[in-house]
């Protein structure tokens, strides 16, 4: 019986993957795969800019900050 | 990029996938599960629980006594329960299913109980070790549920329930003098006590169903069942 | 939102459109105020609660006769009733506050109506106090992670439904075009909460299911309450702080996007692994036991993520208190999610499932992992909200290091503890006497506790620091918010 197993499991894990595989492709030429890098980003404005810390114990500081 | 539809189209999916897989499929394929009928005993299997022992159980789950205790016995070759003496055969669905609230556990601070009824049927022993389980199991960290009975004072004749308690532990320190009745008091179980035990003692997967057979290879499982089960601490 | 279009309003039209987005986010952050700090003060309260809770139960486990003649404090019920607190009590509100305030800056959006947050908030509450005080006098269900009585379920739905609808309706008229990774989380999460709350209650409560069926509801429901709704959650706060406090975007977008989706397939089936060896299934067990593995995948993707976000800042930490327990918290998920999936394995769970080691792993996971990160959240956002300082610096850092030290001591005496349990429950030539096994846990039991007792020392030096935050005056010439620059040009009025 264990041929039967394989028979049936076999063309099932081929249609998983090939739909798989079909998702990726789908998404990748309707753009849901670009422009992660700009979600990235999207947290930061011109007041809180990347390259700034937000968060400091009260009063202490490193000594070498200029930006304030 | 809008891309709020995908999202939540997948995040339904995925929850939608195990929830079919583990709660629907089994819903259907063993929530149904009926007791079975034993020609040769003309019984009912599972047997139906008395009611002594139904309220037992409410009083195991408002304490949390599953905590601490498990109610399962796994096969034979996994873990040690039958070697133990946890159990004669591993746990089925079908011992189950006459029980309204299933009390499988997570923790083994203490032995599984899940036959706890055929290993220790004594009522008196039960009792003893809930009001101070130090009396009977002396190193347990099981709490002690002196809440349970009553001191009282003896009005006319005692009561047949009366405990009858030991003077010291196994290692020879004595009670602690509020645990022990003084002259003319008597120590008596109270209702919830007496159906907890209730509920214990009827505690015993003892039939063999068609589903336990084969479960092990039989020769295999004979060998290993020869050596004599462990004796139950205390 | 009168005010808040008065504040707009008030701005000078010709101000520059820095100070307008700067505006914007102040505002928003104001609309969150009230209902934020509503459910951060609920949550501190159940956090002191909870910990006493704990530390009464720890007490016993290894000093049964501790408060041994009351029945309300009796081990099964008050460890239930410290799992209660801090799970729904602590956690719970801590997640909606972080997850509110997160959805609204993300969306750009004010937060409308803030007053029926409040009505959700403290339905919630009482719910909880009830169902609380419902398991110390003795109606808990016994369903773990579902010990609350039922009569509470409806107060806390109609509470949930409130929150979550409001979570949504923030999200849908968020000004923000983009979706971050935070956000999806953060929405997966409310939407999978009511299912699994839900399915559970009607499965176990309402309608019981028969025989182990039941089994296989409590730990769905029970393992993706961590896995889909505390760990989404978890990770959304640490997928915003991190990069916001250092001031770096998130090292690969597509990572956290790879994260999220494989979490959201692979968690859901991982809980039945609790019942393996148990009556049910074998080939359900085996489906947990693949996808605990399978969730290998998201951890170290994650893991990866954030570590080469903050390769290179480490420095960053002596400065921000923030960031301390999100990296803290960070590095727990890790860790203890791949502790997870080994302790699926087969062999392995034979050895640690019903014993202390589990016990370890959970709080790895809730306390480590979770309670850490809302900790950096709330030291995050509490200056935002009161435009002020952290009165101390000193009881921060107490804070600190007395839950990071206790926590790792409790983790290691308990996994080495259940780890010598475990092998000492499957060796029956050797300890046929289970007594001598209960001897064997005892140290570790009492060094759990001194653990606790350190846990709770950070836990007092954080409410302290909390509560004189609340109550302290604003100093006229602080530049609070804190770490905020407040440009000259504008004034926030409230």
Known sequence: MEWFFYAVALPFALLFLASAAYALYWAAKNGQLKEFEKNAASIFDDEEPVGEQTDYFPGRRPANETRR | MNRAPLIFLGVFLALAFSWTGIVLTNQVAYGNLTPIYDDAEEKIFPEATPGVAQRGQLVYQDLGCIYCHTQQVRRLGYGSDIERGWGERQSVPRDYIREKRVLLGTMR???????????????????????????????????????????????????????????????????????VPTEGYELVPTERAKSLVA?????????????????????EAEAEQSEAPAEEGH | ????????????????????????????????????LFFLISSVLWLLAGTAFALISSFK????????????????????????????????????????????????????????????????????????????????????????????????????????AWAIITFRFGKSKHIYVSQWYILAALFWFPWLYSIAQIMMIFEPARGTVQALVNWWFAHNILGLWFTPIGLAAVYYF????????????????????????????????????????????????????????????????????????????????????????????????????????????????????????????????????????????????????WPSAALISTHFWATSIGIIIYVAALSIGG?????????????????????????????????????????????????????APRAKSSTAPTLFRNPSSMVITR
């Open chain 2, 109 to 179: 601070t203490g032995p599984d109980l899940r036959n706890i009824g055929a290993r220790q049927a004594d009522s008196t022993w039960h009792l003893l070790h809930l009001y101070d389980p130090q009396i009977t199991s002396q190193g347990s960290v099981m709490p002690p549920y002196r809440f349970l009975f009553e001191m009282r004072k003896i009005v006319g004749e005692a009561s047949p329930d009366a405990m009858n308690l030991p003077s010291s532990y196994v290692d020879g320190t004595p009670l602690p003098p509020h645990s």
């Open chain 2, 199 to 219: 509920y214990l003692i009827n505690l015993k997967d003892t039939y063999a169903y068609p589903e336990t057979f084969n479960v092990f290879p039989e020769e």
């Open chain 3, 1 to 36: 939102m009168a005010s808040a279009l008065r504040i707009a309003q008030s701005l000078d039209p010709s101000t520059s459109p820095t100070s307008v987005s700067r505006a914007e986010l102040s505002e928003i952050d104001a609309s969150t105020k009230a209902p934020a």
């Open chain 3, 61 to 164: 486990m290894h000093t049964p006769e501790f408060l041994g003649d009351y029945e309300w404090l009796t081990f099964g019920r008050v460890r239930t009733a410290h799992l209660n607190t801090v799970i729904y009590g602590w956690s719970v509100n801590a997640a909606f506050a972080v997850a509110f305030w997160l959805m609204a800056r993300l969306s750009r959006s004010v937060l409308r109506h803030p007053t029926l947050l409040f009505v959700a908030g403290a339905f919630w509450n009482i719910g909880v106090s009830i169902g609380i005080f419902g398991i110390l006098r003795g109606d808990s269900t016994s369903i773990e992670w579902l010990e609350m009585p039922s009569y509470v379920t409806p107060l806390l739905f109609v509470a949930y439904a409130l929150i979550g």
């Open chain 3, 242 to 389: 991190l990069p916001k406090v250092l001031g770096k975007p998130i090292h690969s977008y597509y990572l956290s996007v790879l994260g999220f989706w494989s979490l959201a397939f692979f968690y859901n089936w991982a809980g039945v692994h609790h019942l393996i060896g148990g009556p049910v299934p074998a080939w359900v067990l085996s489906a947990g036991i693949a996808a605990s593995f399978m969730m290998v995948v998201p951890v170290i993707v994650t893991s990866i993520n954030h570590h080469m976000t903050m390769v290179g800042s480490f420095s960053a930490l002596k400065y921000s208190p923030t960031l301390r327990f999100i990296v803290f918290g960070a590095v727990s998920y890790t860790l203890t999610s791949l502790q997870g999936s080994s302790m699926a394995i087969r062999s392995w769970s034979e050895v640690t499932h019903f014993t202390h080691y589990t016990i370890g792993h959970a709080h790895w996971g809730m306390y480590a992992f979770f309670t850490m990160v809302m900790f950096g959240s709330i030291y995050y956002i509490m200056p935002r909200l009161m435009l002020k300082e």
């Open chain 3, 419 to 471: 780890v010598l349990q475990g092998l000492a429950l499957n060796d029956v030539e050797n300890y046929p006497v289970f007594m001598d096994i209960v001897e064997l846990t005892k140290k570790y039991l009492l060094s759990r506790s001194y653990a606790g007792i350190l846990i709770t020392v950070g836990h007092l030096a954080f409410a302290v620091n909390f509560a004189w935050m609340l109550i």
